[in-house]
């Protein structure tokens, strides 16, 4: 059998069926939108109607003829008074208009099944830490009432507690360390691991409250932060924690943020810098920030101890003298930093004597970085030298009034074969990557007032400068833009902030080697 051809209209004219729907939906939308106001007074008519009717067959029998009596003396004044029936349909539209206007739907009131069950969960678990048998009137028992214990809750959309206000009695012993932290522990394993956790104490109201953090964002790659001379930034941390923001700039976007400003410098409380972490935290990464804004100002000296050339991208760069990777060049190099920091603060003290300012070679900031100085405790002592951070002293204890910095990163694993000067003039702390509340105490001499988790982002931890509070930080990605690993958009942020190189890497001498005789002599 032949086949039959379809008729025009059904095979060409599909097309035409699809605009002509499109344009009466476009019509139909039209149409809507102009006569909304008409379409709103009309639905609030209904409703007003609708509320006389059930206004009317509420009313008794035997007091209906006086509420018909009242209406019709209502309507013969609004009759007999100028303007009266125009006065009354403007009041009436206007009545419809507010009653007829689309209402967002209410929010539930109190909690949902499955929040309440979460709640009671919390209830029931606190109870053998808020009660005890002598209390005539308990605040938390078995099976009793949740309400009276959590005057405030809030939950996110999959069901997790958010924040919540916890009352307990006055006899628990909110004093102690170790009864808070039992509370929090708890408090932390019934509302959600994988979360940090803010734990506020009111001793004097017997209040606990308890709020979940948003992550710290990642995605801030290294970039020119608007800061004075003097101020290096550390990372970024939550807002309301600190009195600042920074302009920051993601792609496209531009955003706000509050950093961890350090302050270095003369007037400085905390001059030099300890950061510790495991391998893959990111300390390498806060170094190279730091360094990149540090040679915007001043000189850069770089000592690596793990040999891992996490710093290849700086060597031959106007403002670093020297990146050090071997023992005989990292004592060189640190030699030159001792003896330079004798004579700033021998010139120094000159010009002031004579009454003149600093001169401006002494005024001009120097860094010094190492990475992982503690791997070379063991190569020292077995081809009998002496440990680089012997050569440390000086530029420690005196480096405030000679501008000289310090910074040094390590590992935990390695963090006692620092020296005692290391660990005694570095007041500003760093910890990155996971951490228990006993090392970050221990380390940064105070509790963090979150909950630390057991995986984290690199760059992710905690920050303290000085006697200043514990913050969160997140270090802003500066990756070696030589890692293949790395990505494109953060490698071309790196290199946009490189120095322009001024010695071929190839040929290029070491400070020290130079330095040292020069002094020496």
Request: net charge negative; hydrophobic share 40%; charged share 20%.
């Amino acid at each position: 059998m032949a086949r039959r051809p379809l008729p025009r209209i059904l095979s060409t004219g599909s097309a035409q069926i699809a605009r002509s729907r499109e344009l009466a939906r476009t019509a139909a939308d039209s149409a809507t939108d102009v006569l909304h106001p008409l379409i709103t007074i009309s639905r609030g008519l209904r409703r007003l109607a609708s509320a006389g009717r059930h206004k009317w067959s509420d009313t008794p029998k035997d007091k209906r003829g006086p509420l018909l009596f009242l209406a019709a003396s209502v309507i013969l004044v609004v009759v007999l008074v100028p303007y009266g029936p125009l006065l009354a349909a403007i009041t009436l539209m206007a009545a419809a208009a507010w009653h007829g206007r689309e209402r967002a739907p209410e929010a539930p009131e109190g909690p949902d099944e499955s929040q309440t069950e979460r709640l009671k969960s919390l209830y029931e678990a606190l109870v053998p830490y808020f009660s005890t048998a002598e209390d005539p009137a308990p605040l938390y028992s078995h099976g009793g009432a949740w309400e009276s214990a959590f005057p405030a809750y809030e939950f996110d959309s999959s069901g997790r507690v958010t924040s919540l206000t916890v009352r307990y009695p006055a006899y628990f012993t909110d004093g102690e360390p170790e009864a808070r932290a039992r509370i929090e522990h708890l408090l932390t394993a019934k509302s959600g691991r994988g979360r940090e956790y803010r734990f506020t104490w009111d001793e004097e109201g017997n209040q606990l409250s308890v709020s979940a953090l948003p992550p710290l964002p990642v995605d801030i790659a290294a970039q020119r932060f608007v800061t004075a001379p003097g101020e290096t930034v550390l990372g970024f941390t939550d807002p309301g924690e600190v009195q600042r923001t920074l302009p920051l700039t993601h792609g496209e976007e531009q955003r706000d943020m509050p950093p961890v400003v350090w302050r270095t410098g003369i007037r400085s409380t905390e001059p030099h810098l300890l950061v510790l972490g495991q391998p893959g935290t990111g300390t390498s990464t806060l170094l190279r920030s730091i360094a990149l804004q540090a040679l915007q100002h001043g000189d850069v000296v770089i000592v690596e101890g793990g040999g891992t050339g996490e710093y290849a991208c700086l060597i031959g760069r106007d403002g670093v003298l020297a990146v050090e990777c071997a023992l005989a060049g990292a004592l060189a190099s640190l030699e030159w930093a001792a003896h330079e920091t004798e004579r700033r603060l021998i010139a120094a003290n000159r010009a002031r004597q004579a009454g003149h300012p600093p001169p401006e070679d002494t005024r001009r900031p120097l860094w010094i970085l190492l990475d992982r100085p503690t791997a070379f405790a063991h190569l020292a002592a077995t081809d009998g030298h002496k440990d680089p951070q012997s050569l440390l002293q000086v530029p420690l204890r005196h480096g405030r009034a000679a501008n000289v910095t310090v910074v040094v990163a390590d590992q935990f694993d390695t963090a006692d074969l620092l020296s005692d000067a290391v660990r005694q003039h570095t007041r500003a702390r760093a910890v990155l990557g996971p951490a228990t509340a006993d090392q970050l105490t221990a380390f940064l001499g105070a509790p963090p007032q979150t909950t630390p988790l057991a995986q984290v982002p690199p760059g992710r931890g905690y920050a303290r400068l000085g006697s200043g509070p514990v913050l969160r930080l997140q270090v802003p990605a500066t990756p070696d833009p030589y890692d293949d690993a790395t990505s494109d958009a953060h490698r071309q942020a790196v290199l946009d902030l490189l120095p322009p190189r001024t010695t071929p890497a190839d040929q290029e001498e070491p400070v020290a080697t130079e330095a040292v005789p020069a002094e020496t002599a």
